[in-house]
């Protein structure tokens, strides 16, 4: 069930309006596939009325430690368009500007070029106004924490020795 409507979702925004079209389809694979996953949970939610579609990019960055593995983190707007939530064909969906946008950062490990379970990929979403710079810091320390070992590269600090 999950993977139908992952299909979906993904199917909605590679078929989605031009401007967001090149947005999205300037990400590389690995990034595409966290943002497919935070439409996935956003569009799961009860309280979402309007389909959402990627808009930009605030931050990215990977880690290839090797053996087919990657570290994913990526910061970036999703912003709500005219069509109503569960629209399949986006071509004629339009970005809405009477809306806030929703600053999603997702990290996650990757393994042949899908994303694996464990550990759990770490998705927060929230509307822009209403993030603050707790939150901010809460997901790099968490994005940073997973699945690392001691002395292991981070995605996006480095923190001094204990």
């Known amino acids: 069930m999950a993977a139908l409507v992952l299909l979906l979702v993904s199917a909605g ?3 989605c309006s031009p401007e967001a079209q090149g947005a999205y389809s300037k990400l590389s694979d690995n990034y595409r596939k966290g943002v497919n996953l935070a439409l996935e949970q956003l569009s799961s939610h009860s309280g979402v009325q309007h389909h959402f579609l990627f808009f930009r ?3 990215k960055s990977e880690i290839e430690p090797g053996f087919g593995v990657s570290y994913v983190y990526h910061n970036f707007y999703l912003k ?3 069509c109503q939530k569960g629209t399949v064909d986006s071509a004629q969906c339009k970005f809405r500007n009477d809306r806030p946008m929703i600053d999603c950062a997702v990290c996650y490990k990757m393994f042949a070029g899908e994303i694996d379970k ?3 990929p770490y998705v927060h979403c929230v509307h822009k106004p209403a993030l603050t710079e707790d939150m901010k810091t809460t997901r790099i320390d968490h994005c940073n924490a997973m699945g690392y070992t001691r002395g ?3 995605l ?3 923190k001094g020795s204990k």
């Open 57 to 59: 990019s605030l931050l």
């Open 156 to 158: 996006l600090a480095s």
């Open 13 to 15: 925004v590679l078929l």
């Open 118 to 120: 464990e550990p759990k």
């Open 152 to 154: 292991a590269p981070t």
């Open 80 to 82: 709500a368009t005219t």
